[in-house]
């Protein structure tokens, strides 16, 4: 840049050498046109900035906060539009495709996905294709759709061995490990999940060995296989604490709770989802902090202390209703019937059946007027992705040369025939 503005000096000189007004008019022009390009540039830069920032925000966004990856995705696709910064609008593509997803609307969400992977794809960076392909396949998986779950996480493995980045080269494991879980290949499900969980910890990554732990805690819970099980969770909550994740934290607290009710010890299971909950206040997220109201709700049925149970059923049936949890929503009304039919209050319970009714009509008419906003939140842009990767600060700098110097060429020459002329 130093160069750059010799050449705007050297030309300054020739100015006032000839002291001709009009050489002053064209300078000015080609200043204000460098300027304007440099203002340019420093918009796109800026734009790209924001992009790698929602980059580093997305997966703490997706796990912790559905409503800050909204907004951060909204701010940036607005921002990325007014220059069509492609890249920065697949992030925030990716961004909303993730959000949707997670709201109850996976295909919509792989749309976004979509658009974003082919642009990834394009500028051939692995790591970026390698997670949007796992998000699509999580948008297949939460359809129960496990065989199409399983092919895109297998291709989001072959990409990511492809990475720079070492540790996305494992990353879906753990989500073929719950496809074939859920598929009944148990071997596989336990192979996918050690390996994984070997990966983490040669990379330490303690809250994604936690999170494997859980996985394998939970797998042997199902499988009846109850001391393998509390062997993983206590290895889990310990890995939890190491890495200091109140999200993994809570989880491994909730699934100890778990444990210790699937063996009647119901004080313990209530001590620990107590525990839970504590910590899931302190991070507000509402499907978590449905999981722990719902399972002490539980707790307490099963103790026969129905009040505390009727309490902690309202607790989460407010979780729900709050934050649009209709799936949770279903299940708390369930609960509260099903109190109200075990201490033979059928008046009661037949009420709330028929709130269950007509909570399930409006929730559907609330749920496509939330999904119509949703969408009208969303610009849908259009856009083909570039045929080749463009060297952009090279491209700029040549830009830069080209008006500096055919501005230098013009005034020397114009310079030249008023000296003739004169």
């Given at each position: 840049?130093?160069?750059v503005y010799r050449?705007?000096?050297f030309?300054?000189?020739l100015?006032?050498?000839y002291?001709?007004r009009f050489?002053?008019?064209i300078?000015?022009?080609?200043?204000?046109l460098s300027?304007?390009?440099?203002s340019?540039q420093a918009?796109?830069?800026?734009?790209n900035?924001?992009?790698?920032l929602?980059?580093?925000?997305?997966?703490?966004?997706?796990?912790n906060?559905?409503d800050s990856?909204k907004?951060?995705a909204l701010k940036l696709?607005q921002h990325?539009n007014?220059?069509n910064?492609?890249?920065?609008?697949?992030?925030a593509?990716?961004?909303?495709?993730?959000?949707f997803?997670?709201?109850g609307?996976?295909?919509?969400?792989r749309?976004y996905?979509?658009?974003?992977?082919?642009y990834?794809?394009?500028?051939?960076d692995?790591?970026?294709?390698a997670?949007?392909?796992?998000?699509?396949?999580?948008?297949?998986f939460?359809?129960n759709?496990?065989?199409?779950?399983?092919?895109?996480?297998?291709?989001?493995?072959?990409?990511?061995?492809?990475?720079?980045d070492?540790?996305?080269?494992?990353?879906s494991?753990i989500?073929l490990?719950q496809?074939?879980?859920n598929l009944?290949?148990h071997?596989?499900?336990?192979?996918?999940a050690?390996?994984y969980?070997?990966?983490c910890?040669y990379?330490n990554?303690?809250?994604?060995?936690?999170?494997a732990?859980a996985?394998l805690g939970t797998y042997?819970i199902n499988?009846?296989?109850l001391?393998?099980?509390?062997?993983?969770l206590?290895?889990?909550h310990?890995y939890?604490?190491q890495?200091t994740?109140?999200?993994?934290i809570?989880?491994?607290?909730?699934n100890l709770?778990?444990w210790?009710?699937?063996n009647?010890?119901?004080e313990k299971a209530?001590?620990?989802?107590?525990?839970?909950?504590?910590?899931?206040?302190e991070?507000?997220s509402?499907?978590q902090?449905?999981?722990s109201y719902?399972?002490l709700?539980?707790?307490y049925?099963l103790?026969?202390?129905?009040?505390?149970s009727i309490?902690?059923?309202?607790?989460a049936l407010s979780v729900?209703m709050?934050?649009?949890?209709?799936?949770?929503?279903v299940?708390?009304?369930n609960?509260?019937?099903?109190?109200c039919?075990?201490?033979?209050?059928f008046?009661?319970?037949?009420l709330?059946?028929?709130?269950?009714?007509?909570?399930?009509?409006?929730?559907n008419?609330?749920?496509?007027?939330?999904?119509?906003?949703?969408?009208?939140?969303?610009?849908?842009?259009?856009?083909?992705?570039p045929?080749?990767?463009l060297?952009?600060k090279?491209?700029?700098i040549?830009i830069?040369f080209?008006i500096?110097g055919?501005?230098?060429?013009t005034l020397i020459?114009?310079?030249?025939?008023?000296?003739?002329?004169?």
């Open positions: 840049m130093l160069a050449i705007f000096l030309s300054f000189n100015m006032f050498r002291k001709h050489n002053l008019f300078l000015a022009f080609f200043l204000l300027f304007s390009f440099h340019q918009s796109s830069l800026d734009i900035n924001q992009a790698s929602s980059l580093e925000k997305w997966n703490r966004y997706l796990r906060n559905l990856l907004i951060d696709l990325s007014i220059n910064n492609l890249f920065a609008i697949s992030v593509k990716r961004s909303m495709g993730s959000f997803i997670r709201k609307y996976p295909s919509k969400g749309d996905l979509k658009h974003s992977l082919a990834f794809e394009k500028m051939d692995k790591t970026l294709a997670e949007t392909l796992s998000e699509i396949g999580v948008s297949f939460v359809e759709d496990y065989y199409e779950a399983k092919n895109y996480f297998e291709q989001s493995l072959k990409c990511a061995s492809k990475s720079k070492i540790t996305i080269s494992f990353m494991e989500n490990a496809v074939y879980s009944g290949d071997l596989k499900a336990t192979s996918y050690n390996h969980l070997r990966q910890l990379h990554k303690l809250e994604s060995a936690s999170n732990l996985f042997e499988n009846n296989r001391f393998l099980a509390k062997e993983y206590l290895k889990s310990e939890a604490l890495s994740s109140k999200i993994q809570s989880l491994s607290y909730n709770g778990v210790f009710a699937t009647n010890n119901f209530k001590a620990y989802f107590i525990k839970s909950l504590t910590i899931r206040k991070i507000n509402p499907k902090l449905f999981e719902y399972n709700a539980e707790v049925l103790i026969n202390d129905f009040d505390q309490k902690m059923y309202n607790l729900t709050e934050n649009y949890l209709f799936n949770e929503e299940e708390c009304w609960g509260l019937s099903n109190i039919e075990i201490k033979k209050d008046k009661t319970a037949s709330y059946k028929d709130t269950l009714i007509q909570r399930i009509s409006s929730n008419k609330l749920k496509i007027k939330e999904y119509q906003q949703l969408l009208n939140l969303v610009d849908p842009i259009q856009y083909n992705p045929k080749r990767k060297k952009q090279e491209y700029s040549l830069e080209a500096v055919f501005a230098v060429v020459l114009l310079n030249s025939k008023l000296k003739i002329r004169f």
